[in-house]
Each structure stands twice: as structure tokens, then as C-alpha cells.
T-cell receptor
Framework: GESVGLHLPTLSVQEGDNSIINCAYSNSASDYFIWYKQESGKGPQFIIDIRSNMDKRQGQRVTVLLNKTVKHLSLQIAATQPGDSAVYFCAETFSGNTPLVFGKGTRLSVIA | KAGVTQTPRYLIKTRGQQVTLSCSPISGHRSVSWYQQTPGQGLQFLFEYFSETQRNKGNFPGRFSGRQFSNSRSEMNVSTLELGDSALYLC??????????????FGPGTRLTVL
């Protein structure tokens, strides 16, 4: 499959445990944030997004937390499954027609 | 509904050649963005098109260009290829003109290798 990053930070978790993936974003003016998941050989897949007027948003088994004070974003995955193994990217943008800026990514490895 | 398709999936070129990559967005989507993904630099924005107009351009040299057709399909071209252009080129489509704040759906990418 495609190698998306040879030196990405890696998080290894046991199947069934919860995972927390962190991201520090760069632009204090950013007001829209997205988490993407990229599996080997595939393009990034949208997971969940959050706007800056919120500090928490929940999806199915995923929660995104936003701390604007320290410019920090996290993705929590509940009951991690082998299918969650992938590289996870955060992305930020400022509404008003600016492109997405992606973080470097974190590789999540689920141990069965 | 079919997803974003990119052709070709794999491409091998030599330095100095040029290459054209193609992207067909999700039906009904009018915005197409292109990204370059490398192990060292990660995902970097190349350009965005909406209704055949380039709306944003990333910090890449003029050798990188693109266009969008009236049916929203897009192509990007890289001329005078360099070894450092080896990368996965990703295309993403979104419904409307709101730049990054519209959810973008990515294709599988074109893996370009420059020898």
C-alpha cells in the first residue's frame, strides 16, 4: 500500500481500549477543524468536524475536543477496533474561502 | 453515488518529462482541490477550482498547473519533472464554493514516481 509517512508519531492501543490522538494547530484565526483517516492505499476519509464556536462534538464512537486557548485538537475513539488502524490527520481552515491546512498525521496501530 | 476517481493510479516518469493527472469529482460537486502528499512534507495544498475558475493556489512553482472543465472534471499538469515531484497526488471534491469549510471527499490518489 501507499506509505503516507515514514516517521509519523505512532500510537499503539489494545483492541477495545479508547484512543486519543492529539493535534496542535497553527493558526489562531482558524475556525473550522476536521479529522481525516487515511488507510493504506486510499485517500483521506472524513471522520468528524468541529467549528470554533464549539468545544466538543460527538459522532459514532468518535469525539473531537477543541481547546482554542492552547490551539489544541484531539480525537477520541471509543472501543478501538482493528479497522481503526490508519493514519489520522487533523486539518484547519479559516472560513472565507481558504484551503485546508493539514497536520503531519499520527499512525494508530491497534493490537488485536 | 460514485466517489472521486483519479486516473491513472500509478505513473512512472523520468526527469524533464511532463505529466497530466485527471480527477472526476462526485456527481454534482463543483469544487475540486488538489494536494500533494509526501512522507517529508505531508499533505500540501496545490490548488482549488470552482466553476472552471482557480480560487486558491498553494505555494508551488509554476511548473504545477491545473484546470477545470465545464463538467467539473479537473486535470493537473506538472512540467519539467524533478525527482522531488515524486509523491501521491490527491484530488478532493466538495459540493460548493466555500473553500475548506465544505466537506471534501478525497479520491484514492495518483502515485507519481520520477526517475
Amino acid at each position: 500500500g501507499e506509505s503516507v509517512g515514514l516517521h509519523l508519531p505512532t500510537l499503539s492501543v489494545q483492541e477495545g481500549d479508547n484512543s486519543i490522538i492529539n493535534c496542535a494547530y497553527s493558526n489562531s484565526a482558524s475556525d473550522y477543524f476536521i479529522w481525516y483517516k487515511q488507510e493504506s492505499g486510499k485517500g483521506p476519509q472524513f471522520i468528524i468536524d468541529i467549528r470554533s464556536n464549539m468545544d466538543k462534538r460527538q459522532g459514532q464512537r468518535v469525539t473531537v475536543l477543541l481547546n482554542k486557548t492552547v490551539k489544541h485538537l484531539s480525537l477520541q475513539i471509543a472501543a478501538t477496533q482493528p479497522g481503526d488502524s490508519a493514519v489520522y490527520f487533523c486539518a484547519e481552515t479559516f472560513s472565507g474561502n481558504t484551503p485546508l491546512v493539514f497536520g503531519k498525521g499520527t499512525r494508530l496501530s491497534v493490537i488485536a | 453515488k460514485a466517489g472521486v476517481t483519479q486516473t491513472p493510479r500509478y505513473l512512472i516518469k523520468t526527469r524533464g518529462q511532463q505529466v497530466t493527472l485527471s480527477c472526476s469529482p462526485i456527481s454534482g460537486h463543483r469544487s475540486v482541490s488538489w494536494y500533494q502528499q509526501t512522507p517529508g512534507q505531508g499533505l500540501q495544498f496545490l490548488f482549488e477550482y470552482f466553476s472552471e475558475t482557480q480560487r486558491n493556489k498553494g505555494n508551488f512553482p509554476g511548473r504545477f498547473s491545473g484546470r477545470q472543465f465545464s463538467n467539473s472534471r479537473s486535470e493537473m499538469n506538472v512540467s519539467t519533472l524533478e525527482l522531488g515531484d515524486s509523491a501521491l497526488y490527491l484530488c478532493a471534491s466538495s459540493p460548493g464554493p466555500r473553500g475548506g469549510t465544505d466537506t471534501q471527499y478525497f479520491g484514492p490518489g495518483t502515485r507519481l514516481t520520477v526517475l
